[in-house]
């Protein structure tokens, strides 16, 4: 069984691939539970965060949530807050209440380009990046917590 700060690598050869390792954790998130992703632009976050909400529950279009930093897919398992920072700064971080998503008792959060938040964001939760490798994805995770190595443990 992984330890906390526990690693655990995927390579995803598609988007079917990365969509269903989402499909996994999306099966796995509870109420509080928050996952950053981090990576470069058309590394696959946004087909994971696809996954993850229809393991959830989630039966709509999922769709990056770039413009308007944040999509609320409602489930009757649990809200699936997923938010793209990549245009916030970590001095506007604080204007945008990322607070009321955190503290929702029936919400996770998904979180691309987390790096603006870091000072919001609770000492439990995954970590994953996404890189290019020779014709896929390498996809790595870190769990910093119980409550992120459930997930993990879930992969």
């Known amino acids: 069984m992984p330890k906390v700060g526990a690693d655990f690598s995927f390579y995803s ?3 079917d691939e990365t969509q269903a390792l989402g499909f996994k954790l999306g099966r796995a ?3 509080l539970d928050i996952a950053c992703l981090a990576g470069n632009l ?7 965060v696809q996954g993850a909400a229809r393991g959830a529950g989630f039966k709509g279009d999922v769709m990056s949530p770039s413009f308007g930093l944040v999509r609320l897919y409602r489930t009757p398992k649990l809200n699936l807050y ?5 245009r ?3 001095q506007e971080t604080g204007e945008i209440g990322l607070e009321d998503s955190f503290g929702d008792p029936k919400g996770a959060s998904l979180i691309e380009w987390a790096g603006a938040a870091r000072i919001y964001l ?3 939760r995954l970590e994953i990046l996404f890189e290019y490798k020779k014709g896929g994805r390498q996809i790595s995770f870190c769990a910093l917590g119980p409550k992120s190595l459930r997930l993990l443990e879930a992969l």
């Open 13 to 15: 050869s598609s988007v």
């Open 29 to 31: 998130l509870k109420p």
């Open 42 to 48: 058309g590394a696959g976050k946004t087909a994971f």
């Open 82 to 86: 997923h938010m793209d920072l990549f």
């Open 88 to 90: 916030i700064s970590d």
């Open 122 to 124: 609770p000492s439990d």
